[in-house]
Antibody
Framework: EVQLVESGGGLVQPGGSLRLSCAAS????????MSWVRQAPGKGLEWVAN????????YYGDSVKGRFTISRDNAKNSLYLQMNSLRAEDTAVYYC??????WGQGTLVTVSS | DIQMTQSPSTLSASVGDRVIITCRAS??????LAWYQQKPGKAPKLLIH???SLQSGVPSRFSGSGSGTEFTLTISSLQPDDFATYYC??????????FGPGTKVDIK
């Protein structure tokens, strides 16, 4: 069974940093492109970033480019999102998702003073 | 950038109704389109990929069609479990994924 468990969310002040993790199991993690997608409270889905299987290609949405970094550790079946210079508008539930697969339950990031 | 629109934004329907949701892309995405279902407080669930391929385990009352810039999701006979919000997503290029704004299907 595919399982993705996000962690690392919480309350952070504007301008602060946070690192999200996603532990994957039940599928061949190293064979899959992976994504981060977020959803602000009461809003729709927003794609955040993609990373290729070997980590050598990374792409970001315009709203996070230059502030967020996606990475992965295939030996640990784990996906990460380093978030810097956080803003109030980054407040959202962050989901990790394999290419055309099941999503995790998400982790809530709240940016507020 | 590729923009996605969905119509309607809200749809009121009854159990047993045939429901059609439309998704349009601002430029051609071939058939690189997925449909997701999301219930309150839950993660989105993939229903259809490549515009018309039903994800394993998804009931056959769900179907997708279209190519290029216009796509539809059809629920042939709406069931109580289907009241949810539906999103389309284009994945034409790894460098940019885009979701539609969503269509909420609620009870008439």
């Amino acid at each position: 069974e595919v399982q993705l468990v996000e962690s690392g969310g919480g309350l952070v002040q504007p301008g602060g940093s946070l690192r999200l993790s996603c532990a994957a199991s039940g599928f061949t993690f190293s064979n899959s492109w992976m994504s981060w997608v977020r959803q602000a409270p009461g809003k729709g889905l927003e794609w955040v970033a993609n990373i290729k299987q070997d980590g050598n290609e990374k792409y970001y949405g315009d709203s996070v480019k230059g502030r967020f970094t996606i990475s992965r550790d295939n030996a640990k079946n784990s996906l990460y999102l380093q978030m810097n210079s956080l803003r109030a508008e980054d407040t959202a539930v962050y989901y990790c998702a394999p290419y055309l697969g099941s999503w995790g339950q998400g982790t809530l990031v709240t940016v507020s003073s | 950038d590729i923009q996605m629109t969905q119509s309607p934004s809200t749809l009121s329907a009854s159990v047993g109704d045939r429901v059609i949701i439309t998704c349009r892309a601002s430029q051609s995405i071939n058939t690189w389109l997925a449909w997701y279902q999301q219930k309150p407080g839950k993660a989105p669930k993939l229903l259809i990929h490549k515009a018309s391929s039903l994800q394993s385990g998804v009931p056959s009352r769900f179907s997708g069609s279209g190519s290029g810039t216009e796509f539809t999701l059809t629920i042939s006979s709406l069931q109580p479990d289907d009241f949810a919000t539906y999103y389309c997503q284009q994945y034409n290029s790894w460098s940019l994924f885009t979701f539609g704004p969503g269509t909420k299907v609620d009870i008439k």
